[in-house]
Each structure stands twice: as structure tokens, then as C-alpha cells.
């Protein structure tokens, strides 16, 4: 999937030439391998936090969610002003939006007892019309050139969405199935598989194959959270939530640190 972000279609280079200058800097990273490696961390630690925060703190549900939003919020704040893409602030905003996604469909279903099949569906539906708002007013859905504030928007309003939908789609399959952690897991690692398989050799549409795989990545990431901090009479390795948490946590500081480290040998990549 490396090579999604180096498509263009002809509506992203119209756009390009009239409203943005070519120096203007993307706000978001460019889809390479440890992009999809942080997120797949990133949507793991928001289950197992999640469940930390709502249970083991003893916030409950409701309060935890109100606590998370407001945090997002800031952390959003934060993003929005860099008008570029900086590892820390867009990452802390991921981790955050993945956990606030998980709140968002754990208080339908807990708290006013929406059924999973509806929650999907619903989010599904939000999804979609995020995407028709965001290409009725820019023309185009590219994440090559999230180069406005208003796109920007449209983005993480996209992104919000496929967690909620990612939590509820893969609770469902878990809880319909009765599938256990590791086979979940394994289900969709097959379903992303057979993404970027199309992708490749059946030239499936790029932008279409990155909004897939992204929204399959959360339940995924979700299922192997659950394996590695679930009780073992329940199916888990018993590793609990904060040693999870903070596993993936560590990883996710290492990855960034990283990116931060050669972000100017990439930029300079992607110019050339």
C-alpha cells in the first residue's frame, strides 16, 4: 500500500494548480510502512485504553468519554495549528481520536443499548456522507494534499468516523462469530490482505483501497489488544490493560521519534 500516496487523479491536480502552491506542505504523512505500523498500534492502545480508562479508574463510561472528547479536542487544536505535518501532533491526535472512536460506539451500545448491527450501520452511513460533503466541496478526496484547513477538517472528521465504525463492525463479527481474539484477528488480517492484493494486481482504486484498509486496521488492532490484555480464562494472555496500554505506548514514542528524526530526508525524497 506504499504507493497509494504517490497517485494523483486528474480532479487532485486541477485542484493543485488553482488553489494550492506547490510548496504548500501536506498536514498529514505520506502512507508508508510504519504508517501503517504506528496506526496499527495506535488503533490497539485505543481499545486497551479505553477499557483502562473506563474500568480499571473506576470513571465509568459517561465520564471518561466527556474527559477523552475535551482532551481531543485540545490535542486537535494543537494539530490544526502546525498548517504542516508534524509526527507528535498528528499522532497524539490519532492515539486520542482512536480512543475517543472506541468511547463513541461503547456508550450506544452500553449506555443506551443501540444494537452493534445499527451502530455500524449508522456510522457507515456518517462515513459516506462525510465523503460526499468533503468531495462535493474540494472535488476530490486525496490525502496526498490536505493542504487547507477546511480539508483538513473533512479529514479528521473522516478519521473520527472509521474508528466508531471500525469499533462497531469489528464487535459485531467478535460477538455474532463468537470468532475468539486470535481468529478475529486473523479474519480481518485476511480482509486487508485481499485490500492490498486488489490494490496491486487488480488495480483497485487507491484512495478507495486506503479509506478500506484503514477502517479494517481498527478492528484488527483492536483484536489483538484484547488477546494480549484479556484475562486467560477468557481467551487473553492476561497481560491487563496498563501493561498493554503501555507496551504499544512505548512503541508508538519510538516509531514517532523516528519519523521525527528523517522527516527532512523524506521531504526532501518527495520533492525530488
Do not use: C
Amino acid at each position: 500500500m506504499t504507493s497509494i500516496s504517490r497517485l494523483h487523479t486528474p480532479a487532485d491536480i486541477t485542484l493543485i494548480e488553482r488553489d494550492d502552491p506547490i510548496t504548500t506542505p501536506n498536514r498529514v504523512p505520506a502512507i508508508t510502512v510504519d504508517f501503517w505500523l504506528i496506526k496499527l498500534m495506535a488503533v490497539t492502545m485505543g481499545e486497551t485504553a479505553a477499557d483502562f480508562l473506563a474500568v480499571n479508574l473506576g470513571l465509568g463510561l459517561t465520564a471518561t468519554s466527556v474527559l477523552m472528547a475535551a482532551i481531543l479536542v485540545g490535542a486537535l487544536v494543537l494539530q490544526f495549528r502546525q498548517k504542516r505535518y508534524v509526527p507528535w501532533a498528528y499522532w497524539l491526535a490519532v492515539v486520542l481520536i482512536s480512543i475517543v472512536g472506541t468511547l463513541i460506539t461503547d456508550n450506544l451500545v452500553d449506555n443506551f443499548g443501540v444494537p452493534l448491527m445499527t451502530t455500524t450501520i449508522l456510522f457507515t452511513v456518517a462515513l459516506a456522507a462525510t465523503f460526499l460533503a468533503w468531495y462535493a466541496s474540494e472535488r476530490t478526496l486525496s490525502i496526498h494534499k490536505v493542504t487547507t484547513t477546511r480539508r483538513e477538517a473533512f479529514y479528521w472528521l473522516a478519521i473520527l468516523f472509521t474508528f466508531a465504525l471500525g469499533t462497531a463492525a469489528g464487535d459485531l463479527v467478535a460477538e455474532k462469530f463468537a470468532l475468539g481474539y486470535m481468529a478475529t484477528g486473523i479474519l480481518f488480517g485476511m480482509i486487508i490482505a485481499s485490500i492490498t492484493f486488489g490494490y496491486y494486481a487488480l488495480k483497485l482504486d487507491a484512495i478507495l483501497a486506503f479509506w478500506i484498509a484503514y477502517i479494517f486496521t481498527r478492528p484488527l488492532g483492536a483484536s489483538f489488544g484484547d488477546l494480549m490484555s484479556q484475562p486467560k480464562e477468557y481467551g487473553g494472555m492476561g497481560l491487563g490493560t496498563i501493561l498493554t496500554s503501555a507496551i504499544f505506548l512505548a512503541a508508538i514514542v519510538a516509531i514517532v521519534i523516528y519519523m521525527t528524526w528523517t522527516q527532512g530526508d523524506r521531504e526532501k525524497a518527495q520533492a525530488n
